[in-house]
Nanobody, 121 residues
């Protein structure tokens, strides 16, 4: 099993940057893809992006392509979400999750507790 703890959220102005971290515990972190999802009040949880177990392959939602970058450090058991050119519509609680297939958002689960990101205009 893997337990996840997100951090790094906060308040930022539109156009700014923020880096989220997801710290994992458990033996098999490096064996699984990791993903980021987000949920705004009154909306469904939506897929942001994912990274394969090796860190070589990535898959992003069209809404964040070119702005967000996922990376991972398997030695430290941390996955990152670097967010640049932030927009007000990026405001949400961000969650990381463990998956089976990096390119299949429906394969992810085992959510962390989430971290709030608020982007002001």
């Amino acid at each position: 099993q893997v337990q996840l703890v997100e951090s790094g959220g906060g308040l930022v102005q539109a156009g700014g940057s923020l880096r989220l971290s997801c710290a994992a515990s458990g033996r098999t972190f490096s064996s699984y893809p990791m993903g980021w999802f987000r949920q705004a009040p009154g909306k469904e949880r939506e897929f942001v992006g994912a990274i394969g177990w090796s860190g070589v392959t990535t898959y992003y939602s069209d809404s964040v392509k070119g702005r967000f970058t996922i990376s991972r450090d398997n030695a430290k058991k941390i996955v990152y979400l670097q967010m640049n050119s932030l927009k007000p519509e990026d405001t949400a609680v961000y969650y990381c999750a463990v998956g089976r297939v990096y390119s299949n958002p429906s394969s992810f689960g085992s959510w962390g507790q989430g971290t709030q990101v608020t982007v002001s205009s």
